[in-house]
């Protein structure tokens, strides 16, 4: 927490739907800012696919270095139809991750009461862990090429990087995450060591030479693919699960479908010592954009988890008590774009003014 209690945020609506959601979030940002006396200062970036189509720029070195002078990010969405995809996520998202080293992509995956769940019989008490993505190294990192491209001998390698610093302190994050979640104090290791011997190789022995450091949490190992498995089956076995950052991507979007999908589904790109930046996990949703039907749960829930790592604790649980009081209301008749019963803007004020 910052003495001063005024915080400087970076604020990037980006594209599509990106900057209502994002509208919303500060709204929300703003009136438990009044309730709980926290100052900010936003400061508006116009990164994304229009500024790209106008000046070709995605994200100068300059803004670069203007951002990591900020206490947080708060992230609209990347990703414009008339922009060749890779583009934009490569130049602006993931350039902000790597190059502000935010190691951690911290993903909760909780369902809240009244949000529809595809998993029978399942509930808020079975739904509620965390993943904690590393998010700089593994396949992302881009090694590897082409050699004899376009013929039939062609080949095409894409490398995997694990570096013992990088995953060791992935790792010492996660433990020290599920230690102060202080919920089931447990830890799961999700790879692939029956096949991935190097790679997770690495990451199986770093997992077990860190549990002795942290004694109070009992550990597990899970490969992925029944990782994926027990996620639908029995989710309730899971606290905090910890993995790289391909494996991270595939069964967050998995977690956000049984949290009540991409409306609802939040997360952080963290750097514990750095600027960290927060964004709703969904896309930028072009065919709603500027119909006022998006819904911005995941944007707020977004701004709550920043709140959170600011050391704003008793903020973010205001905003996330409103969005369960708004959920437990039934207003809402869906998470879904176009079928809420309210729209964009209601929402932000709804729980603008309960926060
Ligand atoms: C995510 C997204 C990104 C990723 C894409 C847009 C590059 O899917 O944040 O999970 O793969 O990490
Ligand atoms: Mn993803």
Redesign the pocket.
Known sequence: MNPSKSYKIAVVPGDGTGPEVVAEGLKVLKAVGASQKIKYEFVHYDLGGERYKKTGEILPDSVLEELKNFDAIYLGA??HPDVKPGIL??GI??KMRFELDQYI?LRPVKLYPNVPCPLKDKGPQDIDFVVVRENTEGL?TGGGGFLKKGTPDEVAIQESINTRKGVERCLRYAYQYTAKRNKANKLTLCGKTNVLTYAFDLWERTFNELAGEYPTIKTDYVNVDATCMWMVKNPEWFDVIVTDNMFG?II??LGAMIQGGMGIAA?GNINPEGVSMFEP?GGSAPKYTGKNVINPLAAICAGGMMLETLGEDKAAARVEAAVIKLLESGKLKSLDAGKMGMSTSEIGDWLADKV
Do not use: H
Request: glycine share 16%.
């Open positions: 990347i990703g996520e490569k998202l993931l992509n992302y991507d967050t979007d997360g996990i």
